[in-house]
């Protein structure tokens, strides 16, 4: 399916705005001000952006602890979600949830999630309703490497597929569970073939790649929402920084993520496609690269300013307060 | 006396009794790390919170057991190499994971020893890590020993310093029961004599680290020095309390904390939980059953509120027990008429 200029333009804002995001917080967090664990997603982008440019806000989905990424591209306010991760009244969960815990329900994003693996029968659930409404609504979850390994995450694979519900599973590889590589953990030397085992078709993509996300996915949605049940997407992509900020990454070879930036980031990737093959302009991409950095700029000082919460506060949506 | 870490004193327990016991195995995610990576590097993380540093290149991978993300299977399988004659050491990262794995603890080990007519044993201990404080968020910062101690058939250890928190955990390796053993984030950094040579500390034992007249104040965790710092304050305004750190709320050193309520009249209990069925309020009810004549004033639980635990830091330190609030406890209680 070839993209619209606009779809395109899009797209890229998506991946630059999740990049610019994450990139920014990396380089704030040591200054103290920022609460809590990140766990970043800067070099995924492919992968959320790839996944949601099909979806709308009827449509669901439900993330990981890694969550900034697939919130921004389901379209999370970036200026609510700094505010958020600054613990900050305004934000997004008015400062109680945190990093891991960003969810804009409005928009169809059920969570980040601080349990691995909690997400998946989560999303089934949003799929027994989107089936139920009929209107073609899907639900999708994100799930790591890591959580691959949860009997959660088979648990949801099995009853999605005896129920068969509108649902996707996308499996996005970054090649490391915390601190372990991803092969350590997976005893399946295949792990889209352990995938399909569950009974449900899984599409192969190039997780550094836009293009071949978005392709895979729109073939496991014309599944999904036209009665044919679950499906999976699996593709294998790299994390530039740490488990968590602050992860020293002794488990990775030294110069592993400079090689990774160098030769295939998915952002390098996406601007030379688009340029060589003169679908947009370099101008065009530059105009949006800047307006980006304006808008997270514009974030973290925002959220560096707003207001904090008080007593008042911490027991404000209870039910009941002892 | 050596001055180490708690999180020091831990990993040494952790490594003198796997060099004294061929059968003493630990299991977890990134106990040791790195397997699978490109750098070549094991013990990469050695334990998330660096626990379990240096046992893989001393005991190897066969006994230090990095596992996938798979908390069911880790505390399943412990309890089968339990029943199997080992004595598995799982970690659990944070403990609000165990809501992946209760199963395994509250069915299968808690109950292996009574359901099988006492022909079984289940030699586990699982480590975890409790508390707020670090802006963690709600789910990954609970206390959740209230809810384990009111399980028959675990045993719930929480030490409170470096030297209490090696000979707990010798204690709970070799005990043949099951062990929960919750260590607070936030205490890792905290110093103290810890003996090099292995010793235990018993189960059931409460501490008594202060000794006065006019209170009994009962802490659990973290909010034994929060509590200490407060006790010393007021000993030197003439207010003398007895603080007890009761270390292990399964089994519960009654015995400790109703002698200290009979001679003082007033109970004040701290505890890091919400306060509905917690620790501080079954320690409450105690005082009431056996000890209800003696009390001089209303039983005072100071505790985090019954909500999950906010993330931003402004919150979190109001839900965290403070040492103003504890303070406060401790002058009302005292000047009940």
Known sequence: ?322 | MPIKTMRDAINEALHQEMARDPSVIVLGEDVSGGAGGTSGTRDAAGGVFGLTRGLLPRFGADRVIDTPISESAIIGAANGAALAGLRPVAEIMFSDFIGVCLDQVMNQAAKFRYMLGGKAKAPLVIRMTIGAGMGAAAQHSQTIYSMLTGIAGIKVVIPSNPYDAKGLLISAIRDDDPVIYLEHKMLYGEQGEVPEESYIVPFGEANLLREGEHATVVAIARMVPFAAQVVDKLEAEGIACDLIDPRTTSPLDEDTILESVRATGRLIIVDESPPRCSVASDIAALAAQKAFRYLKAPVAMVTAPHCPVPFSPDLERLYIPSPERIEAAIRAAVAYK
């Not at chain 1, 349990?115 to 999708?140: F, H, T």
């Not at chain 1, 068969?164 to 005893?187: R, W």
């Not at chain 1, 690269?289 to 506060?313: C, F, G, N, P, Q």
Request: glycine share 12%; aromatic share 8%.
């Open chain 1, 1 to 322: 399916m070839q993209l619209s200029r606009e779809a395109m333009l899009k797209a890229y804002r998506s991946m630059v705005k999740i990049r610019e995001f994450e990139e920014r917080l990396h380089l704030e967090n040591p200054k103290g001000e920022i609460p809590g664990f990140l766990h970043l997603y800067s070099g995924q982008e492919a992968v959320a952006v790839g996944v949601c440019e099909h979806l709308t806000p009827r449509d669901y989905i439900i993330s990981t602890h890694r969550g900034h990424g697939h919130s921004i591209a389901k379209g999370c306010d970036v200026g609510l979600m700094m505010k958020e991760i600054y613990g900050r009244r305004d934000g997004l969960c008015n400062g109680k949830g945190g990093s891991m815990h960003i969810a804009d329900v409005d928009k169809g994003m059920l969570g980040a999630n601080g349990i691995v693996g909690a997400g998946q029968p989560i999303a089934v659930g949003a799929a027994i309703a989107c089936k139920l409404r009929k209107d073609g609504s899907v639900s999708v979850s994100f799930t790591g490497d890591g959580a691959s390994n949860q009997g959660t995450v088979f648990e949801a694979l099995n009853m999605a597929v005896v129920l068969q519900v509108p649902k996707v599973f996308m499996f996005e590889n970054n090649g490391y569970s915390e601190h372990t590589g991803a092969s350590y953990g997976t005893g399946a030397k295949d792990l889209p073939r352990r995938i399909e085992g569950f009974g449900l078709p899984v599409f192969h993509a190039d997780g550094f790649d836009f293009f071949s996300v978005h392709a895979a996915v729109g073939e496991a949605l014309a599944v999904a929402r036209n009665g044919g049940g679950p499906a999976a997407i699996y593709c294998e992509t790299t994390r530039y920084f740490g488990h968590f900020e602050g992860d020293p990454m002794l488990y990775r070879a030294p110069d592993e993520v400079a090689r990774f930036r160098a030769e295939k980031d998915c952002l390098m990737n996406f601007r030379a496609r688009v340029t060589e093959a003169g679908l947009l302009r370099p101008g065009e991409l530059a105009d949006i690269d800047e307006e980006i950095a304006e808008l997270i700029e514009r974030s973290v000082v925002e959220a560096k300013a707003a207001t904090r919460l008080t007593a008042a506060d911490l027991l404000t949506n209870v039910y009941a307060a002892y």
